[in-house]
C-alpha cells in the first residue's frame, strides 16, 4: 500500500522549543516537499529536495531546517528561531519536480 | 512572471448543480503543466489531473470535466451533478519544465460549498 505517512497528526509544543515533523514515502519517487498552510490561505513551499542529500531553500525556510538521508525520508525541523510556527505541515512527494505532487495527511503544530 | 489566479475564492451551490472553477495561468515558458488539486476537510491534498502545454484536448473523467485554452491561459475545472462529496477546497498549480529552474506554483484556492 504505496503513500506518504507523516506524524504525528497533532503536535503541541512550547515555545522555544525544537520541533521535527516526520515525512516517509514508500512510492520510490525522487522529489519530496514540505508545505505550509495557514487558516484560509495557499499552499507555501518551505524546502523541497530533489535527490537524496541535496535540498533547497523554497519560499520561506528562515526558521526552518532539513534532511535528506535516505530516499524514503524528509523531516523537517521547526526551530526556535521561526516566529510563527503554528500552522498546517503538508509533506508530498514526487517522480520528478514539474509532474504532479502527492501529499499526505499533514501535521497540526500548535506552539503556545 | 510566474502566476496562477483562481478568482473565486468560495462558491455555494445546490446539490445536483453543475459549477464550475476558474484558473487562469501566467508563464512565459513553452513547455509547462497544469494541475488540480483537491483538498477536503481532512486536510490532504489529492492530485486529479495533469495536463501538458502541448495538449489541449479537454478531458473528462465521471462527473469532473477540464477546459484546457492556451489562447485564454485558462485551465477551467467543472464537476456535473455536484454532491456534497465534492464539498472541499480545489486548487490548481503551474510548474514549468524548460526555464532550468524550479518553478511549482499554487493558486490562492477555491472552497467549494455543495449544500443538500
Known amino acids: 500500500d504505496g503513500g506518504i505517512t507523516q506524524s504525528p497528526k497533532y503536535l503541541f509544543r512550547k515555545e522555544g522549543q525544537n520541533v521535527t515533523l516526520s515525512c516517509e514515502q514508500n512510492?520510490?519517487?525522487?522529489?519530496m516537499y514540505w508545505y505550509r498552510q495557514d487558516p484560509g490561505q495557499g499552499l507555501r513551499l518551505i524546502y523541497y529536495?530533489?535527490?537524496?542529500?541535496?535540498?533547497q531553500k523554497g519560499d520561506i525556510a528562515e526558521g526552518y531546517s532539513v534532511s535528506r538521508e535516505k530516499k524514503e525520508s524528509f523531516p523537517l525541523t521547526v526551530t526556535s528561531a521561526q516566529k510563527n510556527p503554528t500552522a498546517f505541515y503538508l509533506c508530498?512527494?514526487?517522480?520528478?519536480?514539474?509532474?504532479?505532487?502527492?501529499f499526505g495527511p499533514g501535521t497540526r503544530l500548535t506552539v503556545t | 512572471a510566474q502566476k496562477v489566479t483562481q478568482a473565486q475564492t468560495e462558491i455555494s451551490v445546490v446539490e445536483k448543480e453543475d459549477v464550475t472553477l476558474d484558473c487562469v495561468y501566467e508563464?512565459?515558458?513553452?513547455?509547462?503543466?497544469l494541475f488540480w488539486y483537491k483538498q477536503p476537510p481532512s486536510g490532504e491534498l489529492v492530485f486529479l489531473i495533469r495536463?501538458?502545454?502541448?495538449?489541449?484536448q479537454n478531458e473528462i473523467s465521471g462527473r469532473y470535466s477540464w477546459n484546457f485554452q492556451k489562447s485564454t491561459s485558462s485551465f477551467n475545472f467543472t464537476i456535473t451533478a455536484s454532491q456534497v462529496v465534492d464539498s472541499a477546497v480545489y486548487f490548481c498549480?503551474?510548474?514549468?519544465?524548460?526555464?532550468?529552474?524550479?518553478?511549482?506554483?499554487f493558486g490562492t484556492g477555491t472552497r467549494l460549498k455543495v449544500l443538500a
Open positions: 529536495s530533489q535527490i537524496v542529500n541535496d535540498f
Open positions: 508530498a512527494s514526487s517522480p520528478n519536480l514539474y509532474y504532479e505532487q502527492y
Open positions: 495536463r501538458n502545454s502541448f495538449d489541449e
Open positions: 508563464t512565459r515558458d513553452t513547455t509547462y503543466y
Open positions: 498549480a503551474l510548474s514549468e519544465a524548460s526555464s532550468g529552474t524550479y518553478k511549482y506554483i
Open positions: 512510492l520510490n519517487h525522487d522529489a
